[in-house]
């Protein structure tokens, strides 16, 4: 089945710098979007991309689809302690009008440097 | 608050017993969709419906079902319970049932089985 191949697994950040995720499938999808999940919470959406080649900011965020519509990538600027969670991409195929199945990434998990 | 509600919030539970995880959709939302979250598959998209019609199936197993209300609230009803079924359980709500719509989750309902 179709699968997101989503990286880093977690990562350490320290206040003020810029993080980095992304993600990858072997299937091409016709939606990209990219959640955030604190703990015993569920999933808020934090952007959604539609076109190929798209790039769309949401304040610190930044998230572009990818050309070859396979991909995505997530980069957050200036970090604050706030942005800690777990980050998923989702990709969704729409059929002739219908939405799609989401099919979600493994997460990067964003921690505070020790 | 994403204006989804779920109940119960914990749910403790043996094996080969029979549970109902209740969801409300945001006010307006036509569309209902279950996901479960577990440590090792992620994320996995059940079942959505759409109007009180069953629209996709997901990973759903035979043991699991669902329905949606006229009201539109909808019920997982998890039966023949085994220890592996422990997860969230997650609802998520859109306007419709056609493309671009962005889902909405709730907070989660936390399913053990001892």
């Known amino acids: 089945g179709q699968q997101l191949n989503q990286s880093p697994q977690s990562m350490f950040i320290q206040e003020g710098e810029d993080v980095s995720m992304n993600c990858t499938s072997s299937?091409?999808?016709?939606?990209w979007l990219w959640y955030k999940q604190d703990p015993g919470e569920g999933p808020v959406l934090l952007i959604a991309?539609?076109?190929?080649?798209e790039l769309t900011s949401n304040g610190r965020l930044t998230a572009q689809f990818g050309i070859t519509r396979k991909d995505s990538f997530l980069n957050i600027s200036a970090s604050i302690p706030s942005d800690v969670g777990i980050y998923f991409c989702?990709?969704?195929?729409?059929?002739?009008?219908?939405?799609?199945?989401?099919?979600f990434g493994k997460g990067t998990k964003l921690s505070v440097k020790p | 608050d994403s204006g989804v509600t779920q109940t119960p919030k914990h749910l403790i539970t043996a094996t080969g017993q029979r549970v109902t995880l209740r969801c409300s959709p945001r006010?307006?939302?036509?569309?209902v969709y279950w996901y479960q979250q577990s440590l090792d598959q992620g994320l996995q998209f059940l079942i959505h419906y759409y109007n009180g019609e069953e629209r996709a199936k997901g990973n759903i197993l035979e043991r699991f079902s669902a329905q949606q209300f006229p009201d539109l609230h909808s019920e997982l009803n998890l039966s023949s319970l085994e220890l592996g079924d422990s997860a969230l359980y997650f609802c998520?709500?859109?306007?419709?049932?056609?493309?671009?719509?962005?889902?909405?989750f709730g907070p989660g309902t936390r399913l053990t089985v001892l």
């Open positions: 006010s307006g939302d036509l569309s």
């Open positions: 989702a990709g969704q195929l729409n059929y002739g009008g219908s939405q799609g199945n989401l099919i």
């Open positions: 998520a709500s859109s306007v419709g049932g056609a493309i671009y719509n962005e889902q909405f």
């Open positions: 991309l539609y076109k190929a080649g």
């Open positions: 299937s091409i999808f016709n939606t």
